[in-house]
């Protein structure tokens, strides 16, 4: 019999991390309202993010892919605690932070801590590097001056910048260098999980190759855990140990990343798989196109969410929604043609 689970918790093999449990998210949810009139009635909701469940272990990261609108970042917003969920528990190191507020929710962020998409916007223009990488220091530490700007050299230079750039402000960097500063932000309290949200994404593909190879060394270095989230395939595969597939606010299928690129379960996951260019395989996968529009998550399907567009749809896809099952060990998806 197959184990049907609510937070998938088995590392794989490719696993680099202890076996101890980071973070844990439990069936999270997030639905926007949405409202109507001059007196602004809650009409109906957005379920941007349907139920999601997932464990980060110490060490590891894990990958998180979808289409846009899928819920990606709207997970990764929650888990930082800068969207409040609608229902659901998040659990970072053996400590619930779901309903955490002030000085309780400050002392854990300390040790989360988030990489943005857009590496210029998420730098203030007005400041310079030094004051945007010692402000977590100087709100959070009692570290005198002097112990601030050596530490914002240290990190600088951790980095791949020089202790000099301290002085200087974003606009006299690139776009490569810019994200450098926020991972050098983001290093500053020393935490124990970091969210990149679409971290390279706006970033020319060398320099992409040249930032997820620093934040891989910087995995390794500081024993950091990460939740990286992105669009692109090919970005996941290299830095990710697991990798979960999300569809329209749900996570469909979540295994390594070796067992998910070579032995994709769930149909939504064949077809993302077949639309990657693939330059060094031996032929070419079946390139597989789907049907139709992914529905409005303010109005989703019954049953399965990908089932208006799924190539092997059964009758009970339409009726049941699917459980997310352990069908070989460390493979999860959520998919009926699996029960």
């Known amino acids: 019999m197959e184990k049907v689970v609510s937070a998938p918790q088995v590392s794989s093999g490719d696993s680099k991390s202890t076996g101890n449990v980071l973070l844990q998210v439990v069936d999270l949810k997030k639905h926007f309202p949405i409202t109507s009139g001059l007196l602004r009635r809650t009409v109906g909701h957005v379920r941007a993010v349907d139920g999601v469940s997932f464990t980060v272990q110490e060490k590891e990261t894990l990958g998180i892919v979808g289409e846009s609108g899928c819920g990606k970042s709207t997970v990764a917003r929650m888990v930082m605690r800068l969207v409040e969920p609608t229902s659901g528990r998040i659990i970072f190191d053996g400590q619930d932070?779901?309903?955490?507020?002030?000085?309780?929710?400050?002392?854990?962020?300390?040790?989360?801590?988030?990489?943005?998409?857009d590496p210029y916007s998420s730098l203030n223009p007005r400041m310079a590097v030094q004051s945007i990488i010692a402000e977590p220091l100087v709100v959070n530490t009692q570290m005198t001056g002097k112990q601030v700007v050596e530490r914002v050299c240290e990190l600088l230079e951790t980095v791949g910048l020089h202790a000099d750039d301290r002085l200087r402000y974003p606009h006299e960097f690139s776009g490569g260098q810019r994200q450098r500063i926020g991972i050098a932000r983001a290093l500053a309290l020393n935490p124990k999980l970091i969210v990149a949200d679409e971290a390279v994404s706006a970033l020319d593909v060398s320099i992409q190759a040249q930032i997820l190879n620093l934040m891989a060394d910087l995995r390794n270095e500081f024993n950091l855990s990460y939740i990286f989230i992105s669009h692109n395939l090919a970005v996941v595969r290299h830095i990710s140990d697991r990798v979960g597939v999300m569809y329209l606010g749900n996570l469909v299928e979540l295994t390594s990343k070796r067992e998910l690129y070579t032995n994709p379960l769930h149909p939504y996951t064949v077809a993302l798989l077949s639309a990657a260019p693939e330059p060094k395989r031996r032929g070419r996968r079946e390139r597989i196109i789907l049907q139709g529009?992914?529905?409005?998550?303010?109005?989703?399907?019954?049953?399965?969410?990908?089932h208006t567009r799924c190539p092997r749809v059964m009758d009970e896809c339409r009726i049941q929604r699917p459980e997310m099952r352990e069908v070989r060990p460390g493979h999860f998806v959520a998919c009926h043609l699996h029960a």
């Open 97 to 117: 932070i779901t309903r955490l507020r002030g000085r309780e929710l400050r002392r854990i962020r300390s040790n989360l801590q988030m990489i943005f998409q």
């Open 293 to 306: 529009d992914v529905p409005s998550p303010s109005n989703p399907p019954a049953g399965c969410p990908f």
